[in-house]
């Protein structure tokens, strides 16, 4: 079983939907990342995390450390959202690796 | 501020040669990191670089990989002799301290050896 599980694997939406993509992980953290990777390849850091919620933009990322999970939501949801997003951890008390989760693939259509 | 300088963005190979990928972390960032992209295994780290000395090389696959960072503005990471199972997105990204701070990407080197 994998350290951290992101759901759901694939997701299609219309133009204007509100999304949810999901992380949950096994261990214990000390830091979360969200990633989104696009179609062209290239990857970019949207959230760092350690508790609470953060917001920028569109975007919003929140952490639950008691209930192991974390959740990335766009509002207003526009083709150019379409990537695929990645949801790594930092092990609590472990070195500087991330384990990362095996990516959510949005597609938002317009 | 450029952003993480990757080169080359594509390189092919044929088996056995060497092939040598370099970085350029953002300026006054002090950790380093060297990342591998494949759709079985998904990103891996293979080395990772505080104040350009190896602090964590454990993904490095084998001896055949080979990283050094001669100075906080860049870092190599060479592969000899090439394999064809090395085919792979390879990505840098820096960081001001750790994963405990968020990471910035290169645009990573799409890597084929035939």
Known sequence: ?110 | DAGVIQSPRHEVTEMGQEVTLRCKPISGHNSLFWYRQTMMRGLELLIYFNNNVPIDDSGMPEDRFSAKMPNASFSTLKIQPSEPRDSAVYFCASSLSGVREKLFFGSGTQLSVL
Request: aromatic share 6%.
């Open chain 1, 1 to 110: 079983k994998n350290e951290v599980e992101q759901s759901p694997q694939n997701l299609t939406a219309q133009e204007g939907e509100f999304i949810t993509i999901n992380c949950s992980y096994s261990v214990g953290i000390s830091a979360l990342h969200w990633l989104q990777q696009h179609p062209g390849g290239g990857i970019v850091s949207l959230f760092m995390l350690s508790s609470g919620k953060k917001k920028h933009g569109r975007l919003i990322a929140t952490i639950n450390i008691q209930e192991k999970h974390s959740s990335l939501h766009i509002t207003a949801s526009h083709p150019r959202d379409s990537a695929v997003y990645i949801c790594a951890v930092r092990i609590q008390g472990g070195s500087e690796k991330l384990v990362f989760g095996k990516g959510t693939k949005l597609t938002v259509n317009p």
